[in-house]
T-cell receptor, first 114, second 114 residues
Framework: GDSVTQMEGPVTLSEEACLTINCTYTATGYPSLFWYVQYPGEGLQLLLKATKADDKGSNKGFEATYRKETTSFHLEKGSVQVSDSAVYFCALSPLSGGYNKLIFGAGTRLAVHP | DAGVTQSPTHLIKTRGQQVTLRCSPKSGHDTVSWYQQALGQGPQFIFQYYEEEERQRGNFPDRFSGHQFPNYSSELNVNALLLGDSALYLC?????????????FGNGTRLTVT
């Protein structure tokens, strides 16, 4: 079945460091891919999405590119801030372009220190 | 404009008991999905309600059931609680009869089964 695998955390960085969180997926067809962020005590928020191969999603300085050849959707940011500390989830929807029945990875905790 | 609200925030139940969790969707949304997030794991899709009917279901036993009311609010019921049902239960809403609208998540209900 469809699945998402992301790098284990926690990831600990100093402010202004570069961030990469790896995410790979297994799916049939043409899934949509997402990154969600969960701040302490809060629900999930959509960070960015990509609905087809080679699409680049971006938001708040974060970027991820849908790579069908490597089945990957790695999250990157050039300069992290303390306020970026949170848990990041990679997810896919089996429905192309849709948000239906999301399948999540286990999450990666990011801690950014001043 | 209130977002997705869930109640209660926390609750503790004993193995074998039954529990009801509640969710009010974001204003203008009429589709409600429920997810279970075990500690250290990503959310898993339980089911989705639209027009007061269960439209889709994930791989969860029949002990998990739900309901949607005419005002679009929803309940998640879990019978015969097991220790393994301890988790954060997330409700997500979306607008319209569409799988292509982003999900808006609530902050969740933390269920502890002892």
């Amino acid at each position: 079945g469809d699945s998402v695998t992301q790098m284990e955390g926690p990831v600990t960085l100093s402010e202004e460091a570069c961030l990469t969180i790896n995410c790979t997926y297994t799916a049939t067809g043409y899934p949509s891919l997402f990154w969600y962020v969960q701040y302490p005590g809060e629900g999930l928020q959509l960070l960015l999405k990509a609905t087809k191969a080679d699409d680049k999603g971006s938001n708040k300085g974060f970027e991820a590119t849908y790579r069908k050849e490597t089945t990957s959707f790695h999250l990157e940011k050039g300069s992290v801030q303390v306020s970026d500390s949170a848990v990041y989830f990679c997810a896919l929807s089996p429905l192309s372009g849709g948000y239906n029945k999301l399948i999540f990875g286990a999450g990666t905790r990011l801690a950014v220190h001043p | 404009d209130a977002g997705v609200t869930q109640s209660p925030t926390h609750l503790i139940k004993t193995r074998g008991q039954q529990v009801t969790l509640r969710c009010s969707p974001k204003s203008g949304h009429d589709t409600v999905s429920w997810y279970q997030q075990a500690l250290g794991q990503g959310p898993q899709f339980i089911f989705q309600y639209y027009e007061e009917e269960e439209r889709q279901r994930g791989n969860f036993p029949d002990r998990f059931s739900g309901h949607q009311f005419p005002n679009y609010s929803s309940e998640l019921n879990v019978n015969a609680l097991l220790l393994g049902d301890s988790a954060l239960y997330l409700c997500a809403s979306s607008p319209g009869d569409s799988y292509y609208s982003p999900l808006h998540f609530g902050n969740g209900t933390r269920l502890t089964v002892t």
